[in-house]
């Protein structure tokens, strides 16, 4: 990504950002979204920064030594400042940095946070010598740059701020901070298009759980519409949020705004009207006082300019954005044009942004100065801004100065950009254009621009083809009998692999530097493979410590992420989905670019059942107009394609998986993680019948990965399943050598039943039992597994129903909900087994056992026409899906039949 001296040329993601950017995208309009502490949406729950606030003080409460923690503290206290446009929330802030400061003076998280605050207050020379050191000190901090980039943009160096961007982005690439900045240049420089290019991207990648700030940033987006006189894309953007977020005043307020465009001044006053009574910050009285004008109340337009010069002179607003509305004002009227003049001096010393230089030159223009006035809105023009309140503005001053072609060239400009505003009414008077066919011709040239805007939102982008060809011992297949090739030795047993390797290099670069956060991340995404390829549960330990550890030093800086997004995935592999889900989101929000922990989001919430909230996760995983890594893709079609095995397409899910691993393939993963996307395709034809090419896809994952658990034991029961009892026995045992996971001996249990070797089976059995009960971590883990073994082998039937109570607690997926209807059926609750039956098939999942479990409870309960489909659609999807089942469900099929043959009753 290159940003160049003229225009931003990024293509990217961006998002919110701790990253106090007061630059706003139009002139009174707050780069802030406001919310009053007495807000309904503050109060109706808390928001991410009120918890982290929580989590924070929680922390210093448990180890009040421990420095870092107060930078946390400063940092969910800026962005509750934000949220709330609450200036208490910034002396809260400069609190909790005195506090850390008394520990460490020289921490750099704390003297971060202190430039950000300064940032905040608007303090940008302060700031920027504080990030300068900063830099000097550690020249590979991305956030520092950022702070330099947003001190030369207020200070309007923008050259400066785009090598600060630059920097950003060369060394982490989409990071959201740099992206915000350059989104903020583009609009500067006059690119409209490419603003809410990024605008748009940054709303399709932020977490769904992050509302207010998807609210945000939608506002941002409209505001940029509004200015560029896109009103009808604007309103149906805001008419969206304010459903995602009633009562938000930066809605109502962008709301009322598009409405007075809209020449429907008494809706802009009763949207305005209801924004103030959220929050009644001076910008929304400002705009509230200018619609109360434009429809014929001067009355109330009068208190409510008295109310906004009150709340815009409070101390608390000396440095805020409001004050350039204020300058404007004071300009409009001779009484108070010297005022306007001093405010704006006092506001051009602090800082030299556009918006900044054209109130000062209208305060200069309303002062009779229109020399220097014209001086200084050139200064505003020159930067590339295309607004046409700036244009409007210098042609006022033009006119003064009876340059009267370059008058009506601003003018003219400022018709063009927005047709429909206050400016635009302004520029048609200088220009004696008539109003009403200005007006017809900028509602049709808005619809025009919709409907492009429209078009090309819905083009989609069409996946790319994949062939992958698994030609590799292939098995001779018969109508009824399959010859399985056998499997050489040498793919039975593990083979070393980096992990080990991985694991001794961080263990030795924390031994050198004890301190070094990056080495403790690479530590626990070490164990944490190591747990992937080895299932030893205790790896999950180790990999949670060392995570922590890191996240101790750089729990609010971007490289917390990686260690935030394993922690995320050691949740998910401990069974801790609301965990996972924390932990995935917290990743995201840091604003670092790397939007892979979505793909965790979307594994927790698949887990927990809520598969809509898991398919809104995957697909940001992959934004569109975005150049897709294969890494990136393999992510998302691999959890797609489950999702599309649990509504019930298994073709589909097979064709999107085979993508995936073309995918994998290309994207070079490590061993394990491609072997298990085999093992998961051979999963798929498994469940669709289709054995020998089941058995190719797992033979191929061993292939890859010799001594894979996964594939030797899904090996084992497909072979079982088929007849091939002696060689399932000698693959489920390779299984269990590597991983002896409860679900793996119950298999090679009911083999030896079926084989004939009851006293062995019994073995098995017991080591089942003694196996899921073995530490807590196991019982959590194997919940599930032991509830449904006790239930299919009439044991312990009272536990088999706690243990699948037990795991809905944590999980509720269509398999846990299938675990409960097998319990529930075999305690004798036949009525509720049916109804956990039918929410576990509920998406038409084609799940032969599934089906075979809800047939089964059908006939108890009388259903038998419902039974005998259940059942045939069981064995049509795979007459082979169960070494016990498949046989139990032929003979009841039989059964049922020759009952209805026979006139039995058949109904209920």
Same mark, same amino acid.
């Given at each position: ?86 200036? %208490? ?230 440095? %805020? ?16 044009? $010297? ?47 295309? @607004? ?31 047709? @429909? ?23 049709? %040239? ?5 409907? &492009? ?24 297949? &018969? ?44 530590? /626990? ?12 549960? @205790? ?26 997004? $394993? ?5 998910? /592999? ?133 001594? %894979? ?39 090679? /249990? ?104 809800? /047939? ?15 059942? &045939? ?36």
């Amino acid at each position: 990504m290159i940003i160049t001296s003229a225009r931003l040329v990024i293509v990217a993601l961006f998002a919110p950002i701790i990253l106090q950017t007061q630059e706003p995208m139009r002139s009174g309009a707050s780069d802030k979204a406001p919310i009053s502490t007495s807000s309904p949406i503050a109060s109706h729950s808390q928001s991410s920064a009120e918890l982290r606030i929580a989590n924070a003080e929680k922390q210093i409460a448990k180890d009040p030594a421990k420095v870092n923690t107060y930078s946390d503290l400063a940092a969910a206290y800026l962005r509750r400042a934000r949220e709330t446009d609450n200036p %208490d929330f910034l002396l809260e802030t400069e609190k909790a940095i005195a506090r850390g400061f008394k520990l460490d003076p020289a921490n750099f998280q704390l003297q971060k946070a202190e430039v950000a605050l300064m940032l905040a207050r608007h303090e940008y020379p302060e700031a920027r010598e504080k990030a300068v050191a900063l830099n000097r000190r550690t020249p590979d901090d991305v956030m520092v740059y950022g702070y330099l980039a947003e001190t030369d943009i207020a200070l309007g160096d923008y050259t400066s701020a785009e090598k600060s961007a630059q920097w950003m982005l060369n060394m982490l690439p989409n990071n959201i901070p740099a992206l915000m900045i350059g989104a903020q240049l583009r609009v500067l420089y006059g690119d409209t298009d490419g603003a809410l290019e990024f605008l748009k991207l940054a709303y399709e990648e932020t977490s769904p759980t992050e509302v207010e700030e998807l609210a945000w940033i939608a506002n941002k987006m409209a505001s940029v519409q509004i200015s560029a006189g896109e009103v009808q894309a604007a309103t149906a953007l805001l008419e969206q949020t304010a459903q995602l977020l009633p009562g938000y005043p930066y809605t109502l307020m962008n709301l009322g705004r598009a409405r007075l465009e809209q020449h429907r001044a008494q809706d802009a006053v009763a949207l305005l009207r209801k924004a103030r009574m959220v929050d009644s910050n001076p910008y929304i009285l400002y705009e509230l006082a200018t619609a109360e004008v434009v429809a014929g109340e001067e009355k109330d337009a009068s208190q409510t300019y008295t109310d906004f010069e009150i709340a815009a002179t409070h101390p608390t607003s000396a440095f %805020d954005d409001s004050q350039q509305d204020l300058i404007v004002f004071y300009a409009s009227t001779p009484a108070t044009a $010297t005022k306007s003049l001093e405010l704006a001096q006092k506001r051009i010393a602090l800082r030299h942004d556009v918006w900044t230089i054209d109130a000062y030159a209208w305060a200069l223009y309303a002062n009779g100065n229109f020399s220097q006035a014209e001086i200084e809105e050139q200064k505003a023009i020159a930067v590339g801004i295309q @607004s046409a309140q700036i244009y409007a503005h210098a042609g006022c001053i033009a006119t003064r100065l009876d340059h009267r072609e370059q008058a009506t060239k601003y003018f003219e400009l400022s018709l063009k950009i927005d047709p @429909s505003s206050e400016f635009a009414s302004k520029a048609r008077r200088s220009l004696g254009i008539d109003a009403v066919a200005a007006d017809e011709h900028a509602v049709a %040239d808005s619809a025009d621009r919709a409907m &492009t805007a429209s078009e090309s939102a819905t083009a989609e982008s069409t996946p790319h083809p994949a062939n992958t060809e698994l030609t590799s011992m292939r098995p001779i297949q &018969t109508a009824s009998v399959i010859a399985f090739a056998p499997i050489p030795a040498k793919l039975l047993v593990p083979q070393p692999t980096d992990t080990d390797r991985r694991i001794r290099n961080a263990q030795a670069l924390i031994s050198r530097n004890p301190k070094d956060a990056a080495a403790y991340s690479a530590l /626990g995404a070490a164990h944490f493979q190591h747990a992937r390829e080895t299932g030893d549960v @205790s790896d999950y330990q180790l990999a949670e410590e060392s995570l922590n550890k890191s996240l101790d030093l750089v729990s609010t800086d971007f490289a917390a992420d990686e260690p935030l997004s $394993t922690m995320a995935e050691v949740c998910m /592999g401990e069974h801790r989905f609301a965990d996972a889900l924390t932990y995935a989101q917290k990743a995201l929000s840091l604003g670092s670019g790397d939007v892979s922990s979505f793909a965790i989001v979307g594994d927790a919430y698949a887990d927990m059942g809520e598969y809509d909230k898991a398919a809104q996760a995957y697909s940001r995983l992959t934004p569109r107009d975005m150049t897709l890594s294969p890494r990136a893709t393999y992510a998302r079609d691999s959890r797609i394609s489950y999702l599309k095995f649990i509504a019930g397409d298994t073709p589909g899910a097979i064709a999107l998986m085979k993508i995936a691993v073309a995918e994998g393939t290309e994207a070079q993963l490590p061993r394990e993680n491609l072997a298990w996307l085999y093992y998961e395709l051979g999963e798929f034809y498994a469940q669709a019948g289709d054995a020998a090419s089941a058995d190719i896809a797992y033979v191929t994952a061993l292939t890859i990965h010799p001594g %894979d658990y996964r594939a030797l034991a899904a090996l084992g029961k497909l072979r079982s399943n088929h007849g091939n009892y002696n060689e399932a026995i000698v693959l489920l045992r390779a299984a269990i050598a590597v991983v002896p996971m409860p679900v793996f001996v119950a298999d090679l /249990g009911d083999l030896y039943a079926r084989s004939g070797n009851q006293a062995e089976a019994q073995k098995q059995y017991q080591l089942v039992e003694y196996m899921g009960l073995l530490g807590h971590i196991n019982q959590v883990l194997h919940n599930r597994d032991l509830a449904v073994f006790y239930a299919d082998h009439d044991m312990k039937l009272r536990a088999s129903l706690d243990l699948a109570q037990k795991e809905l607690e944590v999980r509720q997926d269509v398999y846990s909900w299938d675990a409960l209807a097998w319990a529930l059926y075999k305690n004798g609750k036949t009525e509720q087994a049916a109804e956990a039956s039918r929410k576990a098939l509920r998406f038409g999942t084609k799940d032969s056992l599934l089906l075979f479990h809800a /047939g089964m409870i059908s006939e108890r309960i009388g259903l038998r026409d419902q039974a005998k489909g259940q059942l &045939t659609q069981a064995l049509q999807i795979n007459p082979h899906f169960h070494l016990l089942f498949a046989q139990q469900a032929q003979q009841h099929l039989t059964l049922l039949q020759s009952q209805a043959a026979s006139g039995g009753n058949n109904g209920r």
